[in-house]
């Protein structure tokens, strides 16, 4: 069963600073990457998707990157903002449709 | 495009109670809905997926007798929780898709059962 791990589980940057969130999956087998922002008792807004043939995304200020070999997903965020303050959701596609999720990682960009 | 809706958005009913919560796409048509529960600080889990007029694929663990699914349309799935109980409180998301790439997802439904 495909297990998804994201670290840190919580993060708290000044503004302005640039970061880097880690997803990592154990099985190499996917179909597709895909990040997403949660805010509280909210639904999910998706942000980036990695086919499993490309190698990184770019949206803006966000960049995500996908090693499927080595089964990691990076996701960069530059010149960090407060409105970006929110969890962050890694997902992973195999053959079927469902997606695996990872336990996010909390953001917290202080003025 | 692409919007999945739900509704209520929360729900506070007493022990043993029946809840349903509606899951529709908006300006698409879904061939296929997943609806995914979440418990406070921990991940999405998938419980389900159904497709438009077959019985919903239940992920193991999930009961299929307390946890109903219909998907009677390419634009609605519904869930419904019977007899639910305290530990049912959580956070139901559905999503939405009408091909393999993405899914669509709602802005989920709080269940809170007394």
């Known amino acids: 069963k495909q297990e998804v791990t994201q670290i840190p589980a919580a993060l708290s940057v000044p503004e302005g600073e640039n970061l880097v969130l880690n997803c990592s999956f154990t099985d190499s087998a996917i179909y597709n990457l895909q990040w997403f922002r949660q805010d509280p008792g909210k639904g999910l807004t998706s942000l980036l998707l990695?086919?499993?043939?490309?190698r990184e995304q770019t949206s803006g200020r966000l960049n995500a990157s996908l090693d499927k070999s080595s089964g990691r997903s990076t996701l960069y965020i530059a010149a960090s903002q407060p409105g970006d303050s929110a969890t962050y959701l890694c997902?992973?596609?195999?053959?079927?449709?469902?997606?695996?999720f990872g336990k996010g990682t909390s953001l917290l960009v202080t003025p | 495009g692409a919007v999945v809706s739900q509704h209520p958005s929360w729900v506070i009913c007493k022990s043993g109670t029946s809840v349903k919560i509606e899951c529709r796409s908006l300006?698409?048509?879904?061939?296929?809905m997943f609806w995914y529960r979440q418990f406070p600080k921990q991940s999405l889990m998938l419980m389900a997926t159904s497709n438009e007029g077959s019985k919903a694929t239940y992920e193991q663990g999930v009961e299929k007798d307390k946890f109903l699914i219909n998907h009677a349309s390419l634009t609605l799935s519904t869930l419904t929780v019977t007899s639910a109980h305290p530990e049912d409180s959580s956070f139901y998301i559905c999503s939405a898709s009408s091909s393999a790439d993405t899914q669509y997802f709602g802005p989920g439904t709080r269940l809170t059962v007394l």
């Open positions: 997902a992973v596609r195999d053959s079927g449709y469902a997606l695996n």
């Open positions: 990695i086919q499993s043939s490309q």
């Open positions: 300006d698409f048509q879904a061939t296929t």
